[in-house]
């Protein structure tokens, strides 16, 4: 009987973007807008990039692989410090939320973040912009999640919750992009 053996043990964990609507978490960034199911975990694939009159044609088509791939872009992304994220652009009608993830199996390790083969959401951070029914619709999909949603303070003034939102990851300082997971 084969058993399957993780790439990796430990999961990485690191911080993300979505877009918020229609009930759900999207990757904003994703060249195919997907839905990170509730509340399971993410399985990464390899998206072709959506063709568009104001971007450069596509690349050729790679042959099938399993996400992430060192030669490819595909895999769920997560940065290893928060200000890493830069502007989150979303579509009209839905919300930024920021977050801290963790992935697992596949992990190809960069400078400033990773690509995973599996992720999950471990925590959301409400942000000042929010309206109140924004507000109250991602506290739903905190609960959906079993995570915590906690006010998000990039500077820690005021809050109570400063210590756990700010900068940090388990296990110290990012691996070094020579080291494998």
Do not use: Q
């Not at 769920?76 to 979303?90: F, K, N, R, S």
Request: one cysteine or more; glycine letters at 14%; hydrophobic letters at 40%.
């Amino acid at each position: 009987m084969a058993v399957d053996v993780p790439d990796g043990i430990a999961p990485v964990e690191g911080y993300r973007a979505w877009a918020v609507g229609l009930g759900r978490l999207w990757s904003p960034a994703a060249p195919v807008k997907e839905a990170w199911p509730l509340p399971g975990p993410l399985r990464a694939r390899c998206l072709p990039r959506a063709e568009s009159p104001l971007l450069p044609p596509p690349p050729p088509a790679r042959p099938p692989h399993e996400a992430p791939h060192p030669g490819c872009g595909c895999g769920i992304y997560g940065m290893w410090e928060p200000w890493g994220l830069g502007a989150v652009e979303v579509p009209p009608m839905f919300a930024p939320v920021l977050g801290r993830v963790e992935g697992w199996g596949r992990v190809v390790v960069g400078r400033r973040g990773w690509r995973a083969a599996f992720a999950r959401p471990v925590e959301l951070y409400a942000l000042p912009s929010w309206g109140e029914a924004t507000a109250r619709h991602i506290e739903r999909l905190a609960r959906g999640w079993g995570i915590p949603l906690r006010r998000w303070d990039a500077h820690g003034e005021g809050n109570e919750d400063a210590a756990e939102i700010r900068p940090g990851r388990r296990g110290g300082a990012p691996p070094t992009p020579s080291s494998s997971r």
